[in-house]
């Protein structure tokens, strides 16, 4: 069974259903699946409605527009509207995706969100919960009242009825288990002693999908997506480890909890456990960036960080929710991030990341160290990953001159500053040094997300082109050393921005001498 190079997760209604005008259509029913073709994507997975309400045909679980008539939402109205169409004629979303997958070479693996946490009676609560109430239920009030309770066996025998309904009767090519849906599975003290029972759990799916794939002629993949952080798994009863060393799972995927993209390295313990299995681990990455020209990930971002996963060990990346319609930049990301050997010596954007978090209160991302205070008489080092086949590249006569960024907030340009990159002096008349008065960091925040860097500033950055035996494969070494800060200017001085661009002799098309001008607003 040959692993997935590039995954890339559908959720159904964000950017499918709720994008539907009735009436419903084939095409439309199956555009998730055509979207993607001609890019690296090699595995669509497609979630299965609501939590625990479904937009296909189920006999087992809630279907959408069941125990309701009147809907005051909007968007869940189109959503019924598009279930209601395709049963007028004869099929559903997930039948039709599958289908086109099929005629079309891609794999489809349905997603069953294991957990949710609406009451009952609610729009979107289960079948399961709508009978039995507080029963299958956690019921810590405050902390996950209307969680199902795997503890139960008749939520684990739901999960399992559902799971096998689409294996059999829609004959999936795999499945995934999301379990980042909600991040509670059992009562707070209990958890420790359930987790064999979730394992046991695992293994049954693994063992029904074992025997289904037998009566159908064919191998069943099974993919599970947990928390990028081992702790945090192990604190909701989930032990991916344990079920890579048991056989049950196929692939797994580790969802980065934070806001922010960066290309550093991630936690080791799930490639390392899923190589030693025998299995593949993926990479879910955040989906905004704090830069000031995107809100959004770049190609030459994405690329950095598909470097920096295959030199770790990762089988690829697990990407979802990309801007929608996609334009020219979210194809040119599938249709790369898939293949870091082919982008080994193509440009690429390794970036660090601000620390996430409230100000003035303890970081969510301890380990990113962005940014940094400039104060007199102290020397402050950060430190930059970089995956890429320097000294191949070097060797080969291909490697251009890097191209190093600071971005420093509030800077004073009379104060005495000194950096360093590797232990060489960087002088400022090296450097091409421009400044902004009134910035604004694009990246769009939502919810309680917080970060501990202003997005908006006077920013100055300076560039240096790197010589060639400046830059190193790993772990690369920024020091600043503030001598003195210009006694007048009493602001605080902070470093909040690093970037290392690779270049290479690449071939590039003639530039042309000049570009269409747009009138301004109003003009």
Known sequence: MQSPRLIYYNDA????????????????????????LGT???????????????????????????????WENYIDWRIMRMVEEAQNMGTDQVREVIKRGREMGLTVFPSLKLQASSPPGSERCGLLKW?????????????AEWCYDFSHELVRQDKLAVLKEILVDYEADGIELDFMFDSYYFKQPEIEENTPLMNRFIAEIREMANTIGTQQGREIPIMARVDLMEEKNLAMGLDAAAWLKQGSIDYVV????????????????????ANAAGAAAYYRPPRRVYDERTGLPSSEMYNALAQTLNWDGWAGIYDGYLSWPFSEREYQILREVGYPEVHARRSKRYLLQPREGELDKPTTTPQRQLPLQLREGETVTTNIWVADDIEGARQDGEMGKSILTLRFSFFCIEDDINFRFNGRLLPWEEAEVTDERALTIPVKLAGSMSLQAPLGMSAHWFRYKLELADLKRGENTLEIETRHLTKTAGFTRSLNGVEIQTRYKEFLRPEGLEVERIAPPGG
Not at 13 to 35: C, G
Not at 131 to 143: D, K, L, Q, S, T
């Open 13 to 36: 209604h964000h950017f499918n259903a709720k994008r539907i005008e009735p009436p419903a259509s084939i095409h439309k029913l199956q555009w998730p699946v055509d979207e993607v």
């Open 40 to 70: 690296g994507v090699d595995l669509l997975v497609l979630g299965l409605g609501y939590a625990d309400v479904y937009f296909h045909n189920s006999k087992v679980g809630r279907v959408v527009g069941q125990m309701k008539e009147v």
């Open 131 to 143: 009978n039995h109430g507080a029963e299958v239920c956690i019921g810590e009030e405050g902390r």
């Open 254 to 273: 580790g969802q980065d909890p934070y806001v922010l993209t960066d290309t550093e390295p991630k936690p080791r313990w799930l490639p390392d456990a």
